[in-house]
């Protein structure tokens, strides 16, 4: 499976973006997708999770209410919607795509949110 993340870019604090990420090749064995980030300086979190099969959706503490993470399954891509930006959301989005066995990485696509 290969990943191909879109959408970031620089917004200010109460704006909204929409990130996306498409998923060719073997697709069929993928059985979630999610987001995380990484902000300067530290580690990778988790942001967004989405089941392709049933849709349910799980988010972290600091994004509920603000993201929304959805799945066209027909063209293979996840969203994320991302409202009420804040400037601790800036941060470098990668999609991730959970198989079985392992999870595959995409190039993360960067969000700046200035106030």
């Known amino acids: 499976v290969q990943l191909q993340a879109s959408g970031g870019g620089l917004v200010q604090a109460g704006d909204s973006l929409r990130l996306s990420c498409a998923a060719s090749g073997r697709t069929f064995v993928t059985v979630a997708m999610g987001w995380y980030r990484q902000a300067p300086g530290k580690e990778r979190v988790f942001v967004a999770r989405i089941n392709r099969n049933d849709g349910n959706t799980w988010y972290a503490d600091s994004v509920k209410g603000r993201f929304t993470i959805s799945v066209d399954n027909d063209k293979n891509t996840v969203y994320l919607q991302m409202n009420s930006l804040k400037p601790e959301d800036t941060a470098v989005y990668y999609c991730?795509?959970?198989?079985?066995?392992?999870?595959?990485w995409g190039k993360g696509t960067l969000v700046t949110v200035s106030s």
């Open positions: 991730a795509a959970d198989g079985m066995t392992s999870t595959t």
